[in-house]
T-cell receptor, first 113, second 114 residues
Framework: GNSVTQMEGPVTLSEEAFLTINCTYT??????LFWYVQYPGEGLQLLLKATKADDKGSNKGFEATYRKETTSFHLEKGSVQVSDSAVYFCALSVPEGNEKLTFGTGTRLTIIP | GAVVSQHPSRVICKSGTSVKIECRSLDFQATTMFWYRQFPKQSLMLMAT?????????EQGVEKDKFLINHASLTLSTLTVTSAHPEDSSFYIC??????????FGSGTRLTVV
């Protein structure tokens, strides 16, 4: 089956620190990979995505590269801000059936000034 | 961009009553709607998948008679929690999928059953 393994949190960093949140996956077929962000009390927002190997998704200073050889999609940001505090979810979908998303467990990130 | 409007954002109801949560895709047609449940500090658990005009497909362990899903049109899907109990208290999120916009999530509904 399909699954996503995500770095467990919570993660606490100081402002301007470098961020890495690890994500690995297993999938039947060729998945598309996503990172979603959830702010307190809200739904999920797409942060970035990649649909094929070696693609790099990027948005708001965040980046993640689709690594087929290591089945990974790690999220990185060079200098985090307090406003980046949220829960981050790694997810995948495969091109079959209803193409439902499979989520990781989420990583809570807190940035302190 | 695509927007899914989810209402209500918060609801408190008494045990034994039913609650309806509505999700509308405002500027696109959602061929598929997904309903998730999220427990505090946990990931999203897919409850069911619905396609417009057909019966929803429920995930294993989800009671279809308790969580009624209707997807009557390409822009509207509803989840009704019937005979709610305190253990049904949770955060419910819908997501509409379209070929143009991919997955678009609603803002969620916090249900509290007292």
């Amino acid at each position: 089956g399909n699954s996503v393994t995500q770095m467990e949190g919570p993660v606490t960093l100081s402002e301007e620190a470098f961020l890495t949140i690890n994500c690995t996956y297993t999938a039947t077929g060729y998945p598309s990979l996503f990172w979603y962000v959830q702010y307190p009390g809200e739904g999920l927002q797409l942060l970035l995505k990649a649909t094929k190997a070696d693609d790099k998704g990027s948005n708001k200073g965040f980046e993640a590269t689709y690594r087929k050889e290591t089945t990974s999609f790690h999220l990185e940001k060079g200098s985090v801000q307090v406003s980046d505090s949220a829960v981050y979810f790694c997810a995948l979908s495969v091109p079959e059936g209803n193409e439902k998303l499979t989520f990781g467990t989420g990583t809570r990130l807190t940035i302190i000034p | 961009g695509a927007v899914v409007s989810q209402h209500p954002s918060r609801v408190i109801c008494k045990s034994g009553t039913s609650v309806k949560i509505e999700c509308r895709s405002l500027d696109f047609q959602a061929t598929t709607m997904f309903w998730y449940r999220q427990f505090p500090k946990q990931s999203l658990m897919l409850m069911a998948t619905s396609n417009e005009g057909s019966k929803a497909t429920y995930e294993q362990g989800v009671e279809k008679d308790k969580f009624l899903i209707n997807h009557a049109s390409l822009t509207l899907s509803t989840l009704t929690v019937t005979s709610a109990h305190p253990e049904d208290s949770s955060f419910y999120i819908c997501s509409g999928r379209s070929s143009n916009y991919g997955y678009t999530f609603g803002s969620g509904t916090r249900l509290t059953v007292v």
